[in-house]
């Protein structure tokens, strides 16, 4: 299966500054990424799709000014936690999807810890 | 929209035993279904999935499920389990054919394998 790779796996960061998740499809051009955050012992929320080129859409409750993606190649998407805060705390996993495909991959996911 | 409801959060089971994790879903569109494995501060990873024809899908380690429209069920079985097949599994939809592979769901099942 192709291979979607997260970094960095565990972040731990001070409450108001800013922290980047990258998120690469090494062996495959992804037509749209997906960023998900899953809270402890509860499911996979999806937060924001993006396409390469383009804006990324947000679901409903979802701080775009908080929660910054970009999406820059077909390849690399980031995520950016701006100004984080401990409620910010959780687990952020990204899947990469492509047209070719009839499933989308998953990264390892990033554990941020805002103290 | 659509939403999935899987009927256990924990399911312990001695190993060598059989296991079934249930998933039900909802949707006013047709979908396609997965189930997938999480295994502590992981990505997922896919154990099978269904997209059309034979509503018995096999997957890896061992791992099956059978859709079953009328029940709009999705229920992921084992026949003999293994101490490391102790993880979180989820069940989710996406609509079929609609190419975005946006994934939605459950809040997942705790599978506990017990010696």
């Known amino acids: 299966g192709a291979v979607v790779s997260q970094h960095p796996s565990r972040v731990i960061c001070k409450s108001g500054t800013s922290v980047k998740i990258e998120c690469r499809s090494l062996?495959?051009?992804?037509?749209?990424m997906f960023w998900y955050r899953q809270f402890p012992k509860q499911s996979l929320m999806l937060m924001a799709t993006?396409?390469?080129?383009?804006?990324?859409?947000?679901e409903q409750g979802v701080e775009k000014d908080k929660f910054l993606i970009n999406h820059a190649s077909l390849t690399l998407s980031t995520l950016t936690v701006t100004s984080a805060h401990p409620e910010d705390s959780s687990f952020y996993i990204c899947?990469?999807?492509?047209?070719?495909?009839?499933?989308?991959?998953f990264g390892q996911g990033t554990r941020l810890t805002v103290v | 929209a659509q939403s999935v409801t899987q009927l256990d959060s924990q399911v312990p089971v001695f190993e060598e035993a059989p296991v079934e994790l249930r998933c039900n879903y909802s949707?006013?569109?047709?979908?396609?279904l997965f189930w997938y494995v999480q295994y502590p501060n992981q990505g997922l990873q896919l154990l099978l999935k269904?997209?059309?024809?034979?509503?018995l899908v096999k997957g890896i380690n061992g791992f099956e499920a059978e859709f079953n429209k009328s029940q709009t069920s999705f229920h992921l079985r084992k026949p003999s389990v293994h101490i490391s097949d102790t993880a979180e599994y989820f069940c989710?939809?996406?609509?079929?054919?609609?190419?975005?592979?946006?994934?939605?769901f459950g809040k997942g099942t705790k599978l506990s394998v017990i010696p």
């Open positions: 899947s990469a999807y492509r047209d070719v495909e009839t499933e989308a991959f």
């Open positions: 269904y997209l059309s024809g034979s509503t």
């Open positions: 993006s396409n390469e080129g383009s804006k990324a859409t947000y």
């Open positions: 949707s006013s569109v047709s979908v396609y």
């Open positions: 989710a939809v996406t609509p079929a054919g609609a190419g975005s592979y946006q994934l939605t």
């Open positions: 062996d495959f051009q992804a037509t749209t």
